[in-house]
């Protein structure tokens, strides 16, 4: 019964967090200097096609009626329209949104197969060579700015090296020769399920660079909680017993200690993952990434409204329904958390 009290009670929060996302989002856009009107018309439209058009984007409406018709629209699925491109936003976020999911999985995935067992090995092995080794790469990972590790791995693998391309999602001969069929919009998955190997080969070789840009951040602080929390579990009552019974290195660090040291390292996977999907941005210009970075940044250069709203709003739900999930989460995984 407490548990779902609890998750009503974050529910609601979770709501309002959004509703004033939401409203902070759309009225600084109203508020910035520009004419939607004359970007959806042109400058040179008449003065009925302007009213026209401001009719039918609502801008003749008082500003809490424009909100409260844009809200409307968004939760039946219709983030409206761009009013540069004049195409619907939703339509446009099928193919942006996959795009940086697809890169922010890779992330992670090399998140963890880095950081947890680095962050394991560093507190087994606490002040040897690979404790100060693990130690300084995740001060480095942790220090360094995510567009300037981006603009080394260019430098060295794709310009000094030439191994890995310099960035888009596919290339222009794959397009070609063996173009993807779009199912999820997630090409990993698509072309592999589709058998278009080739296809498959080529996306996994443009996801290379970019996704270890992004992961750097999170691969830096996952080693530093996990050292952290498994040298204080190291030091339990339950360790010394495991040990004194001739357990197995493997078995006693990696099934009992990690099992319970565990817990913030998720909390900072959950946290690095929403992170991410606002962070990628800066990953996404530099290796011309046509995600939902890419597509904001157009938008704010073109004071593209509508597109700035949806996006933030979108970027908003991951970081609350993850934070969300990783409170229960927690809850479910140590015990000694109530949920209150």
Request: charged residues 15%.
């Amino acid at each position: 019964m407490a548990r779902v009290e609890y998750i009503i009670r974050r529910l609601l929060l979770a709501v309002l967090v959004l509703v004033g996302v939401s409203i902070i989002t759309f009225v600084i856009a109203r508020l910035v200097p520009s004419d939607p009107v004359a970007l959806y018309v042109g400058p040179r439209a008449k003065l009925e096609t302007r009213e026209a058009a401001r009719i039918k984007l609502g801008l003749d409406r008082p500003l809490y009626q424009q909100y409260i018709r844009y809200m409307g629209e968004v939760l039946r699925g219709d983030f409206g329209i761009s009013v540069r491109s004049r195409r619907p936003i939703i339509e446009d976020l099928k193919i942006f949104l996959p795009a940086t999911l697809e890169l922010v999985f890779v992330s992670m995935i090399i998140t963890v197969l880095i950081g947890i067992p680095l962050g394991v090995v560093s507190a087994a092995r606490k002040d040897s060579w690979v404790d100060q080794f693990s130690r300084i790469f995740a001060v480095i990972n942790v220090s360094m700015p995510v567009f300037w590790l981006a603009l080394l791995l260019q430098l060295l693998f794709v310009r000094q090296l030439g191994l890995l391309p310099i960035g888009s999602r596919v290339s222009r001969e794959i397009a070609i020769l063996a173009p993807i069929e779009r199912i999820t919009g997630f090409y990993l998955v698509d072309t592999a399920l589709r058998g278009n190997w080739d296809a498959f080969r080529d996306v996994l070789r443009h996801l290379i660079l970019p996704s270890i840009a992004l992961s750097s951040y999170a691969v830096g602080l996952s080693i530093r909680m996990t050292r952290a929390a498994m040298i204080e579990v190291l030091q339990q009552k339950y360790i010394t017993a495991a040990w004194a019974a001739g357990l197995t290195g493997r078995i006693v660090y990696f099934k009992l200690a990690l099992k319970n040291a565990i817990v913030p390292t998720l909390m900072v996977l959950g946290l690095s993952f929403v992170w991410q999907i606002s962070g990628a941005m800066l990953v996404e210009i530099i290796f011309l990434w046509p995600g939902l970075g890419t597509y904001l940044i157009n938008a704010i250069l073109t004071i593209d409204f509508p597109i700035v709203v949806s996006v933030t709003l979108i970027v908003a739900v991951f970081y609350v329904f993850t934070n969300l999930f990783l409170d229960l989460l927690q809850a479910m995984i140590d015990p000694r958390v109530s949920l209150q």
